[in-house]
């Protein structure tokens, strides 16, 4: 597949891993429809130029993501939707015992599940069902799905139950989600992110940013986030690449 003349879904778009990742494929020749809750997606998909349309809307709700699963279809024209790279995701921390000895939230832990995998799963199925109805391509080619999931899926730290649990949930659904969709010409990917420049890392103290990226083995810094999506771009382009989890990560591995 390629991403010139295609029309693509990102989720999480208005900053971060989403963004750069809108910005690569429209450089590609590609369409793009934006969707977040912020309102700064708006702006991005302004900055973007025609090729680009920002939706509004909740991942976790189904009314919400159908409506912007159809307008990609919309802007898709014949060729329809050609993938989706889902990056909406929240960041927890909580211990789940804390140090005066009260337990975790769980309302919290509940609130970062649902985002992070019922809101991936909810995007993927809705995706995965248009695409299906596309017209086949090389090699019987109709979509592809890129999730996000995190290196905390596997090196999960103090405080990230809620966190690993929901991106380890991500990991766990790509094989399976990649074995239905063959049948359909769907393929699904998923990327699991190091320590990368992104608004999330924007809460954490300086020292502690710092401290991370030297931890990295090479290159010692934090990723770039336009690194994510230059890997999105090879995913699309090379139809080899399914049911996998690639983490991109400079060799981190945490402690």
């Not at 279809?73 to 909406?88: D, N, P």
């Not at 380890?168 to 990649?178: E, I």
């Amino acid at each position: 597949m390629q991403v010139k003349d295609r029309t693509f879904l990102i989720t999480g778009a208005a900053s971060g891993l989403g963004a750069a990742t809108a910005e690569r494929i429209v450089a590609g020749g590609g369409r793009v429809v934006l969707c977040d809750l912020s309102e700064a997606v708006e702006a991005h998909a302004e900055a973007l130029g025609d090729a680009a349309r920002a939706v509004r809307g909740d991942v976790t709700s189904a009314d919400d993501m159908q409506a912007v699963i159809d307008a990609a279809v919309a802007l898709g024209g014949e060729s329809g939707l050609a993938g989706v790279v889902h990056c909406a995701g929240v960041v927890s921390v909580a211990k789940l015992v804390d140090r005066e000895g009260n337990p975790a939230d769980l309302d919290a832990y509940a609130r970062t599940v649902q985002i992070n995998l019922v809101g991936t799963f909810n995007v993927m199925r809705l995706a995965a069902a248009a695409m299906a109805r596309n017209a086949p391509g090389e090699d019987g080619e109709r979509g592809v799905i890129v999730n996000t999931a995190s290196i905390a899926a596997f090196d999960g730290q103090v405080g990230q139950c809620a966190y690993s649990a929901s991106k380890a949930g991500v990991v766990g659904m790509n094989l399976p989600a990649a074995r239905e969709l063959s049948r359909h010409g769907v393929r699904v990917m998923a990327i699991a992110p190091g320590v990368f420049q992104t608004p999330m890392m924007s809460d954490i103290p300086d020292e502690a940013a710092k401290a991370l990226a030297a931890a990295v083995p090479f290159p010692k810094r934090l990723g770039f986030p336009d690194e994510f999506a230059r890997l999105v771009e090879q995913i699309i382009t090379n139809p080899m690449l399914n049911g996998e989890v690639i983490r991109l990560d400079g060799g981190i591995r945490m402690q």
